[in-house]
């Protein structure tokens, strides 16, 4: 079992709609929570961070996170065209220091016109 | 905003050959990260470094070294260089080691490939 788990996608979302990321994680002790959007052959930028369970809003972005579940989430509303990208799920593990982040395979996203 | 800036951005190599990537953090960052990305992969975690001294490691071959120096730059070296290790190679950096967070500022890249 892989340490973050995500749906590979596509996910096909039309314009304008609610976009919705999934990622599972297997250290019941992690801490911290990252979302990384990666366009094609470039680098992974992040979107969001979470370590508290609920809701954090960032603009159209809204992580959540349900430790007691290990699932982490991430929302786009209004989705636009430029939000086509891969997600990447990121964790930080429990027993390592802060610097050591393990990503998820990503979600392919594809916001159609 | 300065970045991280990544060199080369592209290397060519033949298998067997040794390889150095080097990486400059953003100014006032005292930690790096170094990642390796293959095709259609997500990133994997090679090692890190605060403060010059290794503080993470992850699935680095013992191939590969890397060390930051003085001036907060690291140097990625891998020898022996085998097809397998084509890839992207990241260099990542941020502010501070620990907390509650640790948010990671990726460079754009060094494109390996082993002929």
């Known amino acids: 079992q892989k340490e973050v788990e995500q749906n590979s996608g596509p996910l096909s979302v039309p314009e304008g709609a609610i976009a919705s990321l999934n990622c599972t994680y297997s250290?019941?002790?992690?801490?911290?929570f990252f979302w990384y959007r990666q366009y094609s052959g470039k680098s992974p930028e992040l979107i969001m961070f979470?370590?508290?369970?609920g809701d954090k809003e960032d603009g159209r972005f809204t992580a959540q996170l349900n430790k007691a579940s290990q699932y982490v989430s991430l929302l786009i509303r209004d989705s636009q065209p430029s939000d086509s990208a891969t997600y990447l799920c990121?964790?930080?593990?429990?027993?390592?220091?802060?610097?050591?982040?393990?990503f998820g395979s990503g979600t392919r996203l594809s916001i159609r016109p | 905003a300065a970045g991280v800036i990544q060199s080369p951005r592209h290397l060519i190599k033949e298998k067997r050959e040794t390889a150095t990537l080097k990486c400059y953090p953003i100014?006032?960052?005292?930690?790096v990260y170094w990642y390796q990305q293959g095709p259609g992969q997500d990133p994997q975690f090679l090692i890190s470094f605060y403060e010059k001294m290794q503080s993470d490691k992850g699935s680095i071959p013992d191939r590969f070294s890397a060390q930051q120096f003085s001036d907060y730059h690291s140097e990625l070296n891998m020898s022996s260089l085998e097809l397998g290790d084509s890839a992207l190679y990241f260099c990542a950096s941020s502010p501070r080691l620990g907390g509650d967070y640790n948010e990671q500022f990726f460079g754009p890249g060094t494109r390996l490939t082993v002929l």
């Open positions: 100014p006032r960052h005292d930690t």
């Open positions: 250290d019941r002790g992690s801490q911290s």
């Open positions: 979470i370590y508290s369970n």
């Open positions: 990121a964790v930080n593990p429990s027993g390592s220091s802060a610097s050591k982040i393990i």
